[in-house]
């Protein structure tokens, strides 16, 4: 199914930058915290594309592909 392809991408993609920005926030000092924030932001967006998702619409920001 197509549209299971393109969800299962997103959600790896979303998984990669979760990791990368986890990464590189961790080695800056003091700022390191962030990631732990921003990771959580990246989390609920991608309950909320999943959620819209399941019901149907289409939750497009500017990673639509």
């Known amino acids: 199914d197509k549209e299971l392809k393109k969800h299962s991408l997103q ?7 979760q990791i ?3 990464v590189i926030l961790a080695f ?5 915290f ?7 932001l990246i ?3 991608g309950l ?5 998702a ?3 619409r289409v939750a497009c920001f500017s990673l639509c592909l």
């Open 34 to 40: 962030l990631g732990g924030i921003i990771n959580f």
């Open 11 to 17: 959600a790896i993609l979303l998984g990669v930058v």
């Open 20 to 22: 990368i920005v986890a």
């Open 28 to 32: 800056i000092p003091f700022i390191g």
């Open 54 to 56: 399941y019901s149907g």
């Open 43 to 45: 989390w609920v967006y």
């Open 48 to 52: 909320y594309v999943g959620y819209e």
